[in-house]
């Protein structure tokens, strides 16, 4: 699937140089100047993807360098004050969408702030099935750290503890990732289905409100799997 | 467009280059010396800069700045621990160290400025033409201050710094423009006071940087530095001489140190001889190879440290990268080849000549830029996370590390109180969570229109632009009018302060030949005026030579010369001497033909020019 349009959501409608109708192109045809991409563009059309969760990275990449041969400030050294203004925006622009877009976690995060509105930093939960589990590291946290302070010896029965349940945060952090991917599948299956009915957004929003929620533990999780590795370094 | 030139601006030693062509290649200087040491002198016979300040460390140490990029955007807290190693007296003035030599207080952008203006003019030379405009590389880890400060070295040196760009990313250019290669590569890059560690995808013609890590504070001075002190400690047990009482000597032994380490990457072991002042004897001492590694072994580990975090934030393993190259002096060390070597599971590149492959890069980007290079691009990230302090005295990101540049966030803020026209903004860069342990870039105050508590939204934007370096705009959401914003950079100089600089070492430039101006005709002044006091003797004795309107009118001359010379301009010294002599030109040919010629030695020999 090539894109060959070098076709956008524009700032606007005219060339800002040569004032003809730019048609959504981003270089006006009739004075070839680069024009703004618009403020409110989102990532994913930015990179001429439609909202899936699944991306061909390879694609995205090559999507990317050909748009950046369009952008880059490098090839506007010697410009005007305006195009040079223009493509340090579109660059910047550009930029955060591919680094947003290739990473599966940020992509989804992304999504969710798109279609649900969500805050850019999804606040952790602990899963409940591990409360138990998240309590006793805590405790070991605190006395780790306790004896730390004291110098005094009996660590070592702790840091085996903490390395086993280390291992159980992890596995549950993986399963959570296997259920996330499920979702993507999910999702963009109801992307495809062009009808728009009641239905399917009802279902679009269970699926959102499930990633939300597996993010949400996953956050949870790698706080924890932090402090533990700065404890047991 | 105008010609762009590469330079690295090194610790130790700095370079400029060219584009021949295709070819990237090294401006030389007329003794065909490619590499100008980073050092600059302030000797009494008047500023040095290069190979000739290099021979002023032993003999002038308080007045010879050496490894002046340790201290480029830094306070003087940060430095606390090597202000021992240097022979000049440091301190700090509103975020910036100030070098004290003689009774001058430069910046470290200033004396950056001295060594870029001989790379200038060395290329002036060579091209027979002004240069005007330069990409000057930094080590990929140089935070925000750091950047801006080389900068504005740049500018107080006259030179329009068209991109400062990163130097591993440099080598990568230089390297992969050679070699025309596809793939993942490690740039591993020890200068001479820092260690970068870059990770790049080499596609078509893009060099995109995945990740980078650092240290701007580890490199040759510090392996140095190990020599240096079982040196300065022997010296002072053995022969009871001791380096505070004898600052050269500490150069000197840092001097003979820096040999030893160079010589131990070829031999096995080196013989060292220092001669102690005072006729306190010569202290020898033989260093071997392997006790040379023990003393650093733990330096090079803290190597290993980045490399392995610049890969974990790529994404990638130590295997899958196909290539690692090896760039900076301090790469020679073959303990360091073998641990690169055993980190990456393959040896690494050494093929290119590790001083040169940044200048070379530097001068590849500036192509590109002048558009001579069309089909190669460079995608470079920024090193550290940026942020903005919340409450609690807590960092909360903005972009994070590793993310390409330019890039931009926003920011909405907004009220608390009723009426409240400014809102203090302050900028971070690092890794921490706490402001505390991370780098205060700036200072804001955003200033907001008087209204009720959380009706004022202010959209701030940070963009990072292809320099690494940061900007922020503020814009009012209701109105869409452009906020006014004043900035406090934390460490670094003021714009105010960067426009003083390049007025001054432009007017110092024209001042320093101007001087030499006046001195001429001040000298030329006092003779031809001795000569006429003696001239106006004479004829006093013999009254018919002259009358007294004409001896009126040389006496009335030769007072306006006395007058112009307590002024500084030179034109009125010679205009006033012109007169003087118009006046005077011909009583003296009288006075030469009455054969008094005894009195016009001296005017005759005052005439020549």
Known sequence: ??????????????????????????????????????????????????????????????????????????????KSDMERAVSLANSATLNQAYSTLKNPIERVEYLLRLEAGSAKEIPGKAPTELFETLLEIQEQLEELQTLKGQKGTGSEEIVGRLRAERGTLEAKRGALERRLAELFQLWDRLADRSSSDQGQKTEKEQVLKQMRDILSQRNYLNTMLANIAEALE | ???????????????????????????????????????????????????????????????????????????????????????????????VIQIHIGNKALTPPEISAMILKELKSRAERFFGEEIRKAVITVPAYFNDSQRQATKDAGKIAGLDVMRIVNEPTAAALAYGLQKRKQGLIAVYDLGGGTFDISILKLKGGIFEVLATNGNTHLG???????????????????????????????????????????????????SVEVPLPEDGGTYRRVFSREAFEAMVTDLIEKTLSPTRKALVDAGLSAADVDEVVLVGGSTRMPLIRQRVEALFGKPPHCELNPDEVVALGAAVQASILAGGIQDMLLLDVTPLTLGIETMGGVMSSLVRRNTTIPTSAKEMFTTFVDGQTSVDIHILQGERELVKDNRSLARFQLKIPPLPAGVPRIEVTFMIDANGILSVTARDVRTGEAQSIDVKPSYGLSDQEVERMIHESYIFAQQDIKERQRIEAVNEAQSILRATDKALARVAETQDLTTSEEQEAIRQSAAELRQSLTGHDHRKIRQAIEALNRASSPLAERLMNHSLQDALKDKKLSQMP
């Open chain 1, 1 to 78: 699937m090539a894109i060959v349009k070098k076709e956008l959501p524009l700032a606007r409608s005219m060339c800002w140089h040569c004032q003809s109708d730019i048609g959504g192109e981003y270089f006006c045809q009739q004075c070839v100047k680069v024009q703004p991409l618009s403020k409110d563009i989102d990532y994913f059309t930015a990179l001429g993807l439609p909202r899936k969760l699944n991306i061909d990275t390879g694609m995205l990449e090559t999507k990317f360098y050909e748009m950046s041969r369009a952008f880059h400030p490098d090839f506007y050294e010697g």
């Open chain 2, 1 to 95: 467009m105008a010609r762009i030139v590469g330079i690295d601006l090194g610790t130790t030693n700095s370079l400029i280059a060219y584009m021949d062509g295709k070819v990237p290649t090294i401006i030389a200087d007329a003794d065909g010396h490619r590499l100008v040491p980073s050092i600059v002198a302030y000797t009494p016979k008047g500023l040095q800069v290069g190979d000739t300040a290099k021979e002023q460390l032993t003999r002038h140490p308080e007045r010879t700045v050496y490894s002046v990029k340790r201290f480029m955007g830094k306070g003087l807290s940060d430095v606390q621990d090597e202000l021992q190693y240097f022979p000049y007296r440091l301190t700090e003035q509103a975020g």
């Open chain 2, 220 to 270: 040759g001075d510090d392996f140095d530095r190990r020599l240096m002190e079982v040196m300065l400690e022997e010296i002072k047990t053995t022969h009871g001489t001791h380096i505070k009482k004898h600052p050269e000597l500490a150069q000197e032994v840092r001097v003979r140190a820096e040999q030893a380490k160079c010589r131990l990457s070829s031999e096995k072991e080196v």
